[in-house]
């Protein structure tokens, strides 16, 4: 098992702005997945995007990944008061649960 | 499917009381989870079943904590006896496989006063 560490830990925007966030881990993965959590709510699965991809889009999300650089970054574009949330990633081994980090808490202010 | 049910939803008791949490994962799920979440230690694995047995209990804090999985539609979180640091949001989530995408349910918020 391994976790995720996400940065930033706090991002604050203005709507239609981009939101980045990134995600390092230590160890060799099988896939890396992005979570977002609601206020209150439980987390809800974005992505996921294999370790011999590097890029994968899903509407106005786009997720990078560089497995030399054991890193992945998040994109949503033309961000919304909506997409306000907590980002987590959770990196996916060969064996073993996930495991998730602190996340990035992203404002977004209309 | 109408995706992992927990109950009950909120949770208030006094320092001392058992409280049970229960969970349903979704038909078909294979693996269910059982997390913890609070502010100051983020979102922690308690423990998780694979097939109805435990596989990894290393996440539950003490033996006030236990989970059971009698069969493959239903869990339940033991606390007992509770205690105010227990206070935290309990989630459940069930998948195919532990390391694949994992369906949350809404979360007990538990109250110990």
């Known amino acids: 098992s391994q976790q995720g560490e996400e940065d930033p830990q706090a991002l604050s925007i203005q709507e239609g702005e981009n939101a980045t966030m990134n995600c390092s881990y230590k160890t060799s993965i099988n896939n890396l997945q992005w979570y977002r959590q609601n206020s209150g709510r439980g987390l809800v699965h974005l992505i996921l995007i294999r370790s011999n991809e590097r890029e994968k889009h899903s509407g106005r999300l786009r997720v990078t990944l560089d497995t030399s650089k054991k890193s992945s970054s998040l994109l949503i574009t033309a961000s919304r008061a909506a997409d306000t949330a907590s980002y987590f990633c959770a990196p996916g081994g060969s064996q073993g649960n996930l495991i998730f980090g602190k996340g990035t808490k992203l404002s977004v202010k209309p | 499917d109408a995706g992992v049910i927990q109950s009950p939803r909120h949770e208030v008791t006094e320092m001392g009381q058992e409280v049970t949490l229960r969970c349903k994962p979704i038909s078909g799920h294979d693996y269910l989870f059982w997390y913890r979440q609070t502010m100051m230690r983020g979102l922690e694995l308690l423990i998780y079943?694979?097939?109805?047995?435990?596989?990894?209990d290393s996440g539950m804090p003490e033996d006030r904590f236990s989970a059971k999985m009698p069969n493959a539609s239903f869990s339940t979180l033991k606390i007992q006896p509770s205690e105010p640091r227990d206070s935290a949001v309990y989630f459940c989530a069930s998948s195919l496989s532990p390391i694949y995408e994992q369906y949350f349910g809404p979360g007990t918020r538990l109250t110990v006063t």
């Open positions: 079943f694979n097939n109805n047995v435990p596989i990894d």
